[in-house]
């Protein structure tokens, strides 16, 4: 590995050229980003969104796709690099020996750039509950964090909230319903907010019976009706275990109780969620369905700049619905407020079992309701213990894999 570069590019005000860095005094848009799981859905909006800005990327990192990371390393020029394949590190080395990029792989390599505070804030866009000590090792550094990494808040959100308020860490959301959520708290009390209204678009199965999700495919399920997004959390969408893990990552962002999270079905997805004050005002915040609009929220709060995307013309939607969920066909969403009801391990418990059974029903080992059996079942069989250390988040993921893997096999 060759020699890690000046450890404080972004201390001085400079303007440079070729690949390097460019910093300008006193203009605090031109923040320093480093992207965790930069070749995904959310990683390449962010992307999309420094590219708008004109941002600095500090350091990017994927799974084992290693040609979008050169492709990305190329335009953006990072100081650094991680692939967490380290079967892949060897290559990637290779394909980016001529550029002044350190290259890293492994969990180590994560939190390496997590701890890394040349960038201003750390995009935590991985998939999967992998994301968990990333966001740990952030905050243990004081690095801000725009989190879409929704699972490290299932698994780990009282270890990660307690730790973001010891150290002054500052978590922004990137997640649809939570930005909004986040955007309409703004400017008001919160000790006077009565509840959150989270929307759910229903996803590709809305209204179906469970009789009729029997044998629905893995291309029926990743068929979701306004958003484009990776795999996994598209599944997600399906089961309605999306809104299950939203609900709890909306309990651990905003401090709330479960009776303070209402959950309604609004099919257009132009709603992103909506806040009720004790005066009964409801504050909803609307825009196309863009996560670019989230992701830069995150990036440039409390700044409100144009956006790489589309402006919402409420005339061509005419009519916005909303409806009751239906969780007894959808049961994920059930049992993921059964979850954060019982506390302690039981989240992470649910959250490991569905990782497990989503990719098993991608790779076609299982049926489409079979995930939310699982899910349900390594609940009820493995007991919730309370989680004082990572230790504790990671016994109960790891009894949560096995308890999935032997039922299927
Ligand atoms: N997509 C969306 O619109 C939204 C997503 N989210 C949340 O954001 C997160 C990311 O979702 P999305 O972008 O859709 O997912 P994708 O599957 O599109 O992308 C996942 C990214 O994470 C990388 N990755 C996976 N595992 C690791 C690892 N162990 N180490 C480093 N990088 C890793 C992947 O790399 P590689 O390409 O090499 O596999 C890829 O860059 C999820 O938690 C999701 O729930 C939240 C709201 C909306
Ligand atoms: C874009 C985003 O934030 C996703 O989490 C989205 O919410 C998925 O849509 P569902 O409402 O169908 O789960
Ligand atoms: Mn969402």
Known sequence: MHKPHDVRPFA?????????????????????????????????????????????????????????LEQQAREFLPKKVC??????????????????????????????IASDKNAD???????????LLPTLTAISAGLDIAL???????????????????????????????????QCLQGNRREQ???????????????KTRQELEHVTVADALNHPNWSMGNKITIDSATLMNKGLEFIEAKWLFDLTPEQIEIVVHRQSVVHSAVEYQDCSVIAQMGVPDMKIPIQYALLYPERLPCPTKHLSLTDYGTLTFEKPDMETFSCLKTAIAAITTGGTAPC??????????????????????IGALAQKAMEMIPATKIETYEDVMRADTKAREFVRNTIA
């Open 83 to 112: 692939i967490f394949e380290t079967e892949k590190y060897a290559e990637l080395k290779q394909r980016l020996a001529d550029l002044p990029v350190q290259v890293l792989c492994g969990m180590e390599g994560l939190c390496d």
């Open 193 to 207: 907010l009565h509840k959150i209204i989270l929307t759910a678009s229903g996803g590709p199965f809305f209204g």
């Open 349 to 370: 418990i649910v959250n490991g079992a569905n990782e497990v059974a989503v990719a098993a029903f991608l790779s076609g080992k299982i049926r489409f309701l079979d």
């Open 12 to 68: 001085l005000h400079r303007v440079v050229f070729m690949g390097t860095w460019i910093k300008k005094e006193n203009d605090k848009m031109k923040k320093a980003i480093s992207i965790l799981g930069s070749t995904g859905s959310i990683g390449t909006q962010s992307l999309e969104v420094a590219r708008s800005h004109e941002m600095q990327i500090y350091a990017l990192a994927a799974n084992r796709n290693v040609d979008a």
């Open 148 to 182: 879409a990494n929704k699972e490290t808040l299932v698994a780990g959100g009282s270890l990660v909230m307690e730790q973001a308020a010891k150290k002054g860490v500052r978590i922004y959301p990137v997640d649809s319903e939570h930005s909004a959520i986040f």
């Open 121 to 131: 804030i750390l995009i935590n866009s991985v998939v999967g509950m992998v994301g």
